[in-house]
């Protein structure tokens, strides 16, 4: 749930989405792990710059 927020807000940012690749028609942000350098979702030669999401979270917060 506060992963799809932050990518949610990382996907609007049109600040950050200008420096990054494009990947199957939205910024290459990822959740944990990205698409091999091959998948046809790429939209360029172009891989790079990618954002990898990955968040570290405790299910007990007390």
Not at 22 to 41: C, S
């Amino acid at each position: 749930m506060i992963t799809d927020t932050i990518l949610e807000h990382l996907q609007n940012s049109t600040e950050l989405t200008a420096y990054l690749a494009r990947y199957d028609g939205k910024a290459a942000i990822f959740q944990n792990l990205a698409p091999e350098n091959t998948d046809a979702g790429w939209e360029s030669q172009n891989h790079y710059s990618q954002l990898l999401l990955r968040l570290n979270m405790r299910e007990d917060f007390q």
